[in-house]
């Protein structure tokens, strides 16, 4: 059943202050939408458990992109096509372009946005792994005021977050440090458009000849929630990179993740994807090394 | 919920309307306006029939609440024409027979209106991205993509002869 605008209830505050107040009076009670691309799909088909809509699409205060010297600061409200025609977030977060590139299509990036993605936390969302791998932190508002944290592990469970009903996230910080480092941005999916990950990896690292400094893997799809490989990250560390390590950083990554069978895929597959993905950045990473 | 008053602008026009605030411009456009141009495909954001500009923005209007475009400029395809002649994305659909069933057709030209405004001189990748979201089930894409084609040259000849 398509739902009935008149069972609804809509409002839509001048400012993030009054947008706060809003919640706090009645936490949990108001369903926050921005640009609307996954609320309203949910609405068209009758599926909203919330009757009560608090519009965040407009307020200015989340839609800067701020510069600064050690971190970028997103807006939680800025869109996907804002992000990928950022001239500085192109060069220094080139896997968050990606997704933003491949999220949706153009008429979805143009209102999808990235504290929308993380809200509504699917598994899949493209952008997650990008935020995992650049050890993205969050800045999370309410009338209580602001606190900060990593984005790592804001995502509980399926679907579920640490964001307490009086919060919005405000801001999406992104430290600026990885810019000598090698990364490796990959969509699994039947099309990159409008069709969702079977699996999606974000990866970055740095080699000194062969040996591994750092690196960091995200992948999405594959688990309850969007996932570092934290310790495939581990054993890789120090590491001198040969086939016998890329064989183990294959199992050691397939044994980390959860992937299910689904209308999109099967647990099989994403897995041997995954273990693929992890060998393909490798390789990518050793080539580096070696150039 | 009660309906409030809200204006839009549709096409050059501005309309004064007593909507719920959780309408859908889709159905504001098809139901309060008679504007049936604009069609309901998938009702899920993923087809794209549905394609309007807002302030010369393409966005899904099947999933977009009519009351948040307030004080913005909506073009649908009915706004498209110019003067009571045809744009060239439209004559050249005619011409190249880039409409089959038709249904998925306005989505496709509004894209490429946005397109259009944006990048005068897109390459062929750049209109393939550009409409990766809307979709044609009657697969007529090759007929389409030589309208397309055919359009963007003409508003570029026309750009040059006008200089």
Redesign the interface.
């Known amino acids: 059943m398509?739902s009935d605008?008149?069972?609804?209830?809509?409002?839509?505050p001048g400012s993030l202050q009054a947008a706060v107040g809003l919640l706090a009076r009645s936490p949990g009670e108001w369903l926050p939408?921005a640009g609307?691309?996954d609320v309203?799909?949910q609405?068209?088909?009758g599926k909203l458990p919330s009757r009560k809509?608090v519009?965040i699409?407009?307020l200015a205060e989340l839609r800067s992109i701020e510069v600064l010297a050690n971190e970028i600061r997103l807006g939680a409200g800025c869109t996907y096509?804002n992000i990928r025609e950022h001239g500085v977030i192109g060069r220094e977060f080139p896997m968050l372009s990606s997704a933003a590139?491949w999220t949706?299509?153009?008429?979805?990036q143009?209102?999808g946005t990235l504290g929308g993605n993380i809200v509504n936390a699917s598994p899949a969302a493209d952008s997650l792994p990008a935020l995992l791998a650049y050890d993205a932190e969050l800045i999370l508002i309410s009338v209580r005021g602001e606190r900060r944290l990593p984005y790592a592990g804001f995502h509980a469970g399926y679907k579920k977050t640490k964001l307490a009903p009086d919060e919005l996230i405000r801001a999406v910080c992104l430290p600026r440090r990885f810019s000598g480092y090698v990364c490796h941005a990959r969509k699994v999916g039947s099309?990159?458009?409008?069709a969702i990950s079977k699996v999606c990896m974000a990866a970055l690292g740095r080699v000194a000849g062969q040996t591994v400094e750092d690196v960091h893997i995200a992948v999405g799809s594959v688990a309850p929630v969007p996932l570092r490989l934290s310790e495939t990250e581990l054993m890789l560390r120090g590491k001198v990179i040969n086939e016998s390590l890329v064989s183990a950083a294959k199992k050691m990554a397939v044994a980390e993740i959860r992937p299910i069978d689904d209308i999109r895929s099967t647990a099989k597959y994403r897995a041997a994807v995954t273990g693929n993905l992890v060998a393909e950045f490798l390789n990518l990473l050793s080539a580096d090394g070696k150039a | 919920?009660k309906k409030e008053l809200v204006e839009l602008k549709i096409n050059g026009r501005t309309h004064e309307l007593a909507?719920?605030?959780?309408?859908?411009l889709l159905?504001v456009l098809r139901q309060d306006l008679g504007l049936t141009g604009s069609k309901r495909g998938c009702?899920?954001?993923?087809c794209?029939a549905c394609?309007v500009l807002v302030d010369g923005?393409?966005?899904?209007s099947?999933?977009?609440?009519a009351?948040?475009c307030q004080e913005q400029e909506i073009t649908t395809v009915e706004g498209v024409s110019q003067h009571g002649s045809l744009a060239a994305i439209q004559k050249a659909y005619g011409d190249w027979g880039g409409a089959q069933c038709g249904f998925c057709t306005p989505g496709f030209i509004m894209?490429v209106k946005?397109l259009m405004a944006e990048n005068p001189d897109p390459s062929e990748a750049e209109v393939r991205?550009?409409l990766?979201?809307?979709?044609c089930r009657c697969t007529g894409y090759s007929q389409m993509y030589a309208a397309i084609k055919s359009a963007i040259a003409a508003e570029r000849n026309a750009m040059v002869e006008a200089k």
Not at chain 2, 19 to 24: K, M
Not at chain 2, 62 to 65: A, K, R, S, V, Y
Request: aromatic share 4%.
């Open positions: 398509r605008p008149k069972d609804y209830e809509l409002v839509a939408i609307g691309t309203m799909v609405y068209a088909a809509l519009s699409w407009n096509t590139r949706g299509g153009i008429a979805n143009n209102r099309r990159n458009a409008q | 919920m909507i719920e605030p959780s309408a859908l159905d009702d899920e954001s993923s794209g394609t923005v393409a966005m899904m099947c999933t977009l609440l009351a948040s894209t946005s991205a550009a990766s979201s809307n979709l």
